[in-house]
């Protein structure tokens, strides 16, 4: 089943902190949060795994519930690079990843 | 040094023809795998492609079958092609099988069926 992000969309003016969520109605073993801007192709940022381990970028810190189901992406002191589509991916099928529909990100200078 | 490449970037052709794609990563990695990417910019994984092994999103019509010459290549072929198959289709490839590891994405191939 596709995970299921929050919210839709965000506006920020830079500097600004933002949280998007993701959350998936069966266990997980993995959470990945990628970063795709406009015509360009999604870029890694996060990998959280089960038991805690966590890979990913230095700026960007994110969460993993595994009881709950449910991961969070913090973007603190947001830059105008900062902007683009968040996606969230949990292990699915063919043995890769199942994306969520994406959470726009504008950060306005 | 591009990591994960693709061609051609953008391909249009008509409704019945037959159609490849090409991707090549040079970032060693044992697993390949290819997205779709619709108009709404949800993102589908078609297949997994690891040693040899090839695992099918059985939702995946099989008029795409991808086809991997070497552990670096791993190309895409569509037959019959439909209207509905206009999308943006990504390679991605990843050091380790399964979602354990970091994905690198190609750039893309925008592929318009008219």
């Known amino acids: 089943q596709q995970p299921v992000q929050s919210p839709q969309a965000v506006i920020l003016r830079e500097g600004e902190d933002a949280v998007i969520n993701c959350s998936s109605s069966k266990a997980l073993y993995s959470v990945h949060w990628y970063r795709q801007k406009h015509g360009e192709a999604p870029v890694f940022l996060m990998i959280?795994?089960?038991?805690?381990e966590q890979k990913g970028h230095e700026k960007i810190s994110a969460s993993f519930n595994e009881k709950k189901q449910q991961s969070s992406l913090y973007l603190t002191a947001s830059q105008l690079s900062y902007s683009g589509t968040y996606f969230c991916g949990t292990d699915g099928r063919a043995d890769g990843l199942t994306f969520g529909k994406g959470t726009h990100l504008i950060i306005q200078p | 040094d591009t990591a994960v490449s693709q061609t051609p970037k953008y391909l249009v052709t008509q409704m019945g023809n037959d159609k490849s794609i090409k991707c090549e990563q040079n970032l060693g990695h044992d697993t390949m795998y290819w997205y779709k990417q619709d108009s709404k910019k949800f993102l589908k994984i078609m297949f997994s492609y690891n040693n040899k092994e090839l695992i099918i999103n059985e939702t995946v019509p099989n008029r795409f079958s991808p086809k991997s010459p070497d552990k670096a290549h791993l190309n895409l072929h569509i037959n019959s092609l439909e209207l509905g198959d206009s999308a943006v289709y990504f390679c991605?490839?990843?050091?380790?099988?399964?979602?354990?590891?970091?994905?690198?994405f190609g750039p893309g191939t925008r592929l318009t069926v008219t």
């Open positions: 959280l795994l089960k038991g805690g």
């Open positions: 991605a490839s990843s050091p380790v099988q399964g979602a354990i590891g970091e994905q690198y």
